[in-house]
């Protein structure tokens, strides 16, 4: 989940059209032994079409650039848009490179570039659940979710929109993993790894013995609060207060 991702444009086709022309997807009981089914791989059934399923599953056989694509576009005719941006959203950042990384987003204010978060209906999820490479400093982003999935999906195996210098390796991975994205509260069995565009800095979370001298002179240099995992309602509350900006 690390790497940034590249730009990508979603369509978000809201028009009466569509209304009119959008067709019943297939019914499917979504829980975990679904969304985990090894069988379901190249299935996006739960919220597409039957006719859209099938032509995904041809394009994942013959042009998996364009299947990427085409993933995209359907999950975005289909999500509840409401309902997928009332997550909290944390990249989480590694040991490794957590000050530099946390700088640099911090520096360069909003970012059109894809990054990848995890996604927490609450406060109390953020505690109980399990976090990417067990990470205790992360930030707390806002932007447009351009892509929300109950599970890992592997998102640092390709670069946003693939290119066509990836290999199919890469791009096999992310479309592998079709069946465990989530567009409405329906088919919301465990929420996971979120893909955020056009997003901004809100905060720095981080766990009370990770909040050192070095994080805090960095929150001060960029006006940035610090939010403690420790603190059972600080993450909520602070969503609550930018809702209502």
Not at 21 to 27: D, G, N, Q, R, V
Not at 31 to 44: I, M, Q
Not at 184 to 196: A, D, K, R
Request: one cysteine or more.
């Amino acid at each position: 989940m690390k790497n940034k991702e590249s730009n990508s444009q979603v369509v978000n086709n809201k028009d009466s059209s569509w209304d009119i022309l959008k067709k019943e997807s297939p019914k499917v009981t979504i829980d975990k032994d679904y969304l985990y089914s090894r069988e379901n791989k190249h299935n996006g059934s739960h919220f597409m079409t039957k006719e859209e399923n099938a032509e995904y599953d041809k394009l994942c056989q013959t042009d998996l650039i364009t299947a990427v694509k085409y993933l995209r576009e359907k999950w975005a005719e289909h999500v509840d848009r409401d309902f997928i941006q009332n997550f909290r959203c944390i990249h989480w950042v590694s040991d490794y490179d957590t000050f530099d990384h946390i700088e640099e987003m911090l520096r360069d204010g909003k970012h059109e570039k894809e990054i990848s978060a995890q996604a927490y209906s609450d406060s109390e999820k953020l505690k109980n659940n399990e976090r990417w490479l067990d990470a205790k400093v992360g930030l707390l982003i806002d932007g447009t979710v351009n892509l929300a999935s109950n599970a890992d999906i592997q998102t640092n195996q390709w670069h946003g929109i693939i290119t066509e210098e990836d290999d199919d390796n890469k791009r096999r991975k992310y479309t592998e993993y079709a069946n465990r994205l989530m567009t409405n509260e329906e088919n919301c069995v465990s929420p996971y790894e979120f893909v955020i565009g056009d997003w901004t800095v809100k905060a720095i979370v981080a766990d009370s013995d990770a909040i050192t001298p070095e994080l805090i002179a960095l929150s001060e240099e960029y006006n940035t609060p610090i939010i403690s995992t420790d603190d059972g309602f600080l993450l909520d509350e602070n969503q609550d207060k930018d809702n209502n900006e």
